[in-house]
């Protein structure tokens, strides 16, 4: 794997939860509440992001130049803050997608994926 970005394995959580909310906006842009709700849907519950972890992350993919945030007046509540990804995020995202699928390979070659016990 030489030349080739790894998966940081000491920010593994940090780094798999910004490809997970860069992927939930893929799709078309969402607001906060959409993506903790969003999140438990496509994995059936698997991935659930607490909102003191998702704004965190949302802000700085939002500072990084990777998604943008929009405000709009929506809603009963008053305005909203929908994030939607950029072209810079997009390509950041690509990139990020072949090395987690290289990573997840590589890991089920370690734990012994198709083993039995």
Not at 31 to 38: C, D, E, I, M, P
Not at 55 to 74: N, V
Not at 88 to 102: D, I, P, T
Request: hydrophobic share 30%; aromatic share 12%.
């Amino acid at each position: 794997m030489s030349g080739k970005k790894r998966v940081d394995i000491q920010n593994l959580t940090k780094s798999c939860n910004e490809v997970l909310v860069m992927s939930f906006l893929k799709d078309g842009p969402k607001h906060g509440y959409q993506l903790a709700l969003f999140s438990e849907d496509p994995a059936g519950g698997y991935f659930r992001f607490k909102y003191g972890t998702l704004y965190p992350i949302l802000h700085k993919l939002e500072k990084q130049g990777l998604i943008k945030g929009l405000w709009s007046d929506e809603g009963p509540r008053g305005k909203r803050k929908s994030y939607c990804l950029t072209k810079k995020g997009r390509a950041w995202l690509k990139k990020e997608k072949v090395v987690w699928r290289e990573f997840m390979q590589r890991f089920k070659q370690v734990i012994g994926e198709g083993e039995s016990e």
